[in-house]
C-alpha cells in the first residue's frame, strides 16, 4: 500500500511517499514560493536522480498537480499510476480540543479545522488548502489529518489550565494544547520498542530539541504535560522563540519601546531564543562553534540547556519519577554537548552517562547511559512523516 504523506505550509509544501510493505521512502519532495512564477519543485525519487523544476506554480492544488506527474513521470517518477497512491495523511498543526486522535477527513472534520484557525493563524488554514488541493487531485481517495496536539489531549486540567480567569477558556478555550504530539509519540514508542518493555509500565520524559523545542511527560504511554501552551511560544528557549517570560514585560516593552503587538509578537517569536541572546544565530552548531571566544554565545548556550534541566525536573516531580530520558530533534540528535552539560547535572536522579557513547556519530536509536545509570537515556531519531503515514494506514483501516 502506498501512502502520501503532505506537510503544507502557506507558500510551500514537503512531501513523501511510502511503501507501507516495509515502510520506506520511495519519494520525497518539496515546493517552495507557491504563488510565484519562479515557484520551485523539488522531486527527490529515493533509487532515481533527483530533479528540480522552477516554473509559475499560482496555487497548491496545481502544486499538488505537478508533484503527481512527476511521481508518473517515465524517468523521475516511482509508481506508474496516482491510483496506486490509497491514502494520504496531512498534518495539520492545531486540533484544538476537539481532535485527541488522527482522524479520516470528511465535511464535517473540515469544519472543525476551520474552527481553529483563531488557534493557529498561519498553519491550519494552510494545512486545510493542502487537504482540499488534495481532494480535487485525487477525488476518491481517502485522506486522514494528523494533529500535532492530538497526543496531548491526555493532560490532565490542571495541567492544562492557566490561571487566568475561567471565562477565557470557556469563551476563547484559552488553555495549554502543546505541540510536536507526533513526534513525542512516536519516540516514545520506539524508545520503548528499542527497551523491549511495555509502554504503559514506562514514565518518559521526551526532550525533542530542533529549532522549535519541547519537553514532554508521558506516563504509561499518556502525554501528560507539555512545555509548549496554546502556541508553540511557551516553555524551553528555542532558536528564534523566547519560551517562558514573564508576561507583564510584553506591556512594559511595547511602552518603553513603542511597539505594536505585531511587532511585539515578531520579537518573542523571529528576534528571541538563541538568536536573540547570542547575536549570532539561532542554529545550535554556530552558538557551539562561538562559544569558546564569545561570552554572548555561551551565556546562550547555558540558559537553553538550563532550560531543559528545570523542565526535565519538573516533569521527574510531575510523574513522581523518571525511567527513560530521550533526546530527538535537530539538536537532540545531535549535539553531543548539550546532552553532556544537561545530564551532568541529572546525578540526583540517578542519570549517568557513558561520554564515549554518547560521543559517537549515528543516525540510529541508541542508549546513551552506562549499565548503572537508574534513567535509561536515549537517542531517538524521530521521524513524524513516517507517524503520519502509520496513522494513516491505521485509520484507513479501521474505517472500512
Ligand atoms: P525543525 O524541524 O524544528 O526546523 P530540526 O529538528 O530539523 O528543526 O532541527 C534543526 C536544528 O538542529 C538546527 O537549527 C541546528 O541548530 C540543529 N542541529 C543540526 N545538526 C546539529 C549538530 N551537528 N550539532 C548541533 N545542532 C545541530
Redesign the pocket.
Known amino acids: 500500500m502506498k501512502i502520501f504523506v503532505l506537510n503544507c505550509g502557506s507558500s510551500s509544501l514537503k512531501y513523501q511517499l511510502f511503501d507501507m510493505q516495509d515502510e520506506s521512502v520511495i519519494a520525497s519532495g518539496k515546493v517552495e514560493r507557491i504563488g510565484m512564477e519562479d515557484a520551485i519543485l523539488t522531486h527527490e525519487p529515493t533509487d532515481k536522480e533527483e530533479v528540480k523544476l522552477v516554473t509559475e506554480i499560482l496555487d497548491h492544488t496545481t502544486a499538488i498537480e505537478k508533484v503527481f506527474d512527476f511521481l508518473v513521470d517515465p524517468k523521475h517518477g516511482v509508481i506508474k499510476n496516482v491510483t496506486e497512491i490509497e491514502a494520504v495523511g496531512h498534518r495539520v498543526v492545531h486540533g484544538g480540543e476537539v481532535f485527541s486522535d488522527s482522524v479520516k477527513v470528511d465535511g464535517q472534520v473540515k469544519a472543525a479545522i476551520k474552527g481553529t484557525f483563531d488557534l493557529a493563524p498561519l498553519h491550519n488554514p494552510a494545512n486545510l488548502v493542502g487537504i482540499e488541493a488534495v481532494e480535487t487531485v485525487l477525488p476518491n481517495v481517502p485522506n486522514v489529518a494528523v494533529f500535532d496536539t492530538a497526543f496531548h489531549q491526555t493532560m490532565p486540567q490542571n495541567a492544562f489550565m492557566y490561571a487566568l480567569p475561567r471565562i477565557l477558556y470557556k469563551k476563547h478555550k484559552i488553555r495549554r494544547y502543546g505541540f510536536h504530539g507526533t513526534s513525542h509519540k512516536y519516540v516514545c514508542m520506539k524508545a520503548a520498542e528499542f527497551l523491549n518493555k511495555p509502554l504503559e509500565q514506562l514514565k518518559i520524559v521526551s526532550c525533542h530539541i530542533?529549532?522549535?523545542a519541547s519537553v514532554t511527560a508521558v506516563n504509561k504511554g499518556q502525554s501528560i504535560d507539555t512545555s509548549m501552551g496554546m502556541t508553540p511560544l511557551e516553555g524551553l528557549m528555542m532558536?528564534t522563540r523566547s519560551g517562558d517570560i514573564d508576561p507583564a514585560i510584553i506591556p512594559f516593552v511595547m511602552d518603553k519601546e513603542d511597539l505594536t503587538l505585531n511587532e511585539v509578537n515578531s520579537m518573542l517569536n523571529k528576534h528571541s531564543g538563541l538568536l536573540g541572546v547570542s547575536g549570532i544565530g539561532?542554529?545550535?552548531?554556530d552558538i557551539?562553534e562561538n562559544m569558546e571566544t564569545n561570552e554572548n554565545a555561551k551565556l546562550a548556550f547555558d540558559m537553553y540547556e538550563y532550560r531543559i534541566r528545570k523542565y526535565i525536573g519538573a516533569y521527574a516531580a510531575a510523574m513522581d519519577g523518571i525511567d527513560v530520558l530521550i533526546f530527538t530533534?535537530?539538536?537532540g540528535e545531535?549535539?553531543n554537548l548539550l546532552r553532556k552539560a544537561i545530564t551532568d547535572h541529572l546525578s540526583y536522579l540517578g542519570v549517568e552517562i557513558d561520554d564515549e557513547i554518547n560521543n559517537t556519530r549515528s543516525k540510529q536509536i541508541r542508549r546513551i547511559s552506562t549499565p548503572e545509570s537508574k534513567v535509561e537515556v536515549l537517542v531517538v531519531p524521530t521521524n513524524e512523516e513516517l507517524m503520519i503515514a502509520r496513522d494513516t494506514l491505521r485509520i484507513v483501516k479501521s474505517s472500512k
Open positions: 530542533g529549532n522549535g532558536g539561532s542554529d545550535m552548531r557551539e530533534a535537530g539538536v545531535n549535539s
